[in-house]
């Protein structure tokens, strides 16, 4: 079955400092997608990725995906205390999974000033 | 621009008793809808999804049953709640199924 997770539960970091959240998936996917969720909000869009991109960057976001590892990372650079969030991946299925986003457990980011 | 509508923006309800949740989407024609459940502290769900009016997938079994009665529109029911539908209930549209999507601000439903 097709399975999205970040591979980290929380991470914890200083204001300025860089973090970078991972995910690793199975089964074929047609794009990866990054999401911010803010306490008591719905989830935000940070990057979509297809899988024939390996890079893309969203001002201080950076998101790589590998397709034969099946795995993705989302950098942050020079963080602050608002990217404080719940980060998910999530995948978007082909053939029967077409229409079916799949998200991973989340990773809490905690940005300390 | 478009913006999405979610009602009530809380609810607690009984064991039993039926439920009806609410979705609406302003600025765009024929948008792919979605709506997705989770439960606190843990991921989001993909319940349903539909491409037209009157057409829904359905991708989890929870009791729940969703319908598209009009093309901005999108309702999740069901007639007997369980404790396990306690959670925080998302509606989501797309311009297409591959592409970004865009949540809504949620409904916390607390069944006791």
């Known amino acids: 079955s097709q399975l999205a997770e970040e591979n980290s539960w929380a991470l914890s970091v200083h204001e300025g400092e860089s973090v970078t959240v991972n995910c690793s998936y199975k089964?074929?996917?047609?794009?990866l997608q990054w999401y911010r969720q803010k306490s008591g909000k719905g989830p935000a869009q940070l990057i979509l990725i297809r899988s024939n991109e390996r890079e893309k960057r969203n001002g201080r976001l950076r998101a790589t995906l590998d397709t034969s590892s099946q795995s993705s990372s989302l950098s942050i650079t020079a963080t602050r205390c608002e990217d404080t969030a719940v980060y998910f991946c999530a995948t978007e299925g082909t053939g029967a999974n077409t229409g079916k986003l799949t998200f991973g457990h989340g990773t809490i980011l905690r940005v300390h000033p | 621009a478009q913006t999405i509508h979610q009602w009530p923006v809380a609810e607690i309800k009984a064991v039993g008793s039926p439920l009806s949740l609410g979705c609406t989407i302003k600025g765009k024609s024929s948008p792919n809808l979605y709506w997705y459940w989770q439960a606190t502290g843990g991921t989001l769900q993909q319940l349903f999804y539909s491409i037209t009016v009157g057409q829904v997938e359905s991708v989890v079994q929870l009791n729940l049953s969703a319908s598209r009665p009009k093309d901005d529109q999108f309702i999740l029911s069901t007639e007997k709640l369980l404790l396990s539908h306690s959670g925080f209930y998302l509606c989501a549209w797309s311009l297409d199924l591959q592409d970004t999507q865009y949540f809504g601000p949620g409904t916390r439903l607390l069944v006791l």
């Open positions: 089964t074929s996917i047609t794009a």
